[in-house]
């Protein structure tokens, strides 16, 4: 399978975003006014669970002060404020998609962030950085938009340092063909899954061994439960960023777990020292 960029960045292009967004936060004050990363949550936490879920996994991970992360398909910014905000650390974001990186660069000058957050365009298979430069990196719900697994797995652990520590929350075949369109892909032409299986064994190839594995698949098909169950959204919600149409999209998900199509994995792995990725 060949890496369909363009689409990827086509189905994330989300023109005007960062207006849109300032339009939407007028709702909690004058564009002068500090936010707090907590009150963002509803449109910039972009995966199953939200913030709940980065809170989750953050914890797994081990993450203090002094820790250099790298969030990769860092989306809105919403977990990298998160963490910085959270923990005092510093946070790198990288996403292929140039209107995403712009909205991440607003919302978190609104949030007061911006001396510990940053963000750049770039793609996950080309991480415009040294090697050995991060502690940890997070991978959230970007994996399915990527066909080549063991060139992103293959470049997450050369930016890591020997040690460091690799998180991903990722939706994963479980039993069937999903029913389109979902979150991250109109058409299938834009989706990449793989079994979590299949995943751990491209991860652990190039030079990880799993610290964390858990299958989150129940918990996830509660949250989507609860979704159905408590009416219409928020006013900040992922609709003012994908469309409007994005709450039946986002249900297609929840149906597809809820037919064991998908499942939601979380995993933690450490980088094997000596176990480098060139030998990988
Ligand atoms: C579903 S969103 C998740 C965003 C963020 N991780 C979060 O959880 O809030 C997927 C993100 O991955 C980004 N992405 C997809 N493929 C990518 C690639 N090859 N390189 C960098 N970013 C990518 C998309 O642009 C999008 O922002």
Redesign the pocket.
């Known amino acids: 399978m060949t890496?369909n960029?363009d689409g990827?960045r086509a189905h994330?292009h989300a023109s005007g975003l960062t207006e849109r967004l300032k339009t939407a936060l007028a709702a909690l004050g004058p564009e002068d006014q500090r936010l707090m990363p907590e009150q963002l949550a509803g449109l910039?936490?972009?995966?199953t669970r939200g913030l709940a879920a980065t809170a989750e996994l953050a914890g797994l991970t081990g993450i203090g002060p002094d820790t250099t992360v790298l969030?990769?398909?860092?989306?809105?910014g919403?977990?990298a404020r998160f963490l910085a905000a959270t923990y005092g650390c510093r946070v790198t974001g990288?996403?292929?998609?140039e209107p995403?990186v712009e909205a991440a660069d607003y919302l978190t000058e609104r949030t007061g962030l911006g001396g510990k957050v940053t963000f750049e365009a770039?793609?996950?298979?080309a991480l415009p950085f040294d090697d050995g430069q991060f502690d940890v990196v997070l991978l959230?719900?970007?994996a399915m938009?990527?066909a080549d697994r063991d060139g992103l797995y293959i470049e997450i652990r050369r930016v890591l340092k020997p040690g460091g520590r690799f998180a991903t929350y990722d939706v994963v075949l479980n039993g069937g063909d999903p029913h389109y369109p979902v979150?991250?892909a109109r058409t299938p032409a834009e989706s990449f899954l793989l079994t979590a299986a299949e995943t751990r064994t491209l991860i652990e190839q190039a030079g990880f061994e799993p610290l964390v594995w858990q299958d989150d698949t129940a918990t996830a098909k509660a949250w989507f439960a609860q979704l159905r169950a408590s009416g219409p959204p928020a006013l900040l919600n992922l609709g003012v960023v994908m469309g409007s149409g994005f709450a039946g999209v986002a249900a297609n998900l929840g149906r597809n777990l809820g037919e064991d199509r998908l499942g939601i994995l979380t995993a933690v792995f450490e980088a094997v020292p000596g176990k480098a990725w060139q030998e990988a």
């Open positions: 890496d960029l990827v994330y910039d936490q972009f995966h969030d990769v398909g860092s989306g809105l919403g977990p990288v996403d292929l998609s995403f770039a793609s996950a298979l959230q719900h970007v938009n990527i979150p991250w």
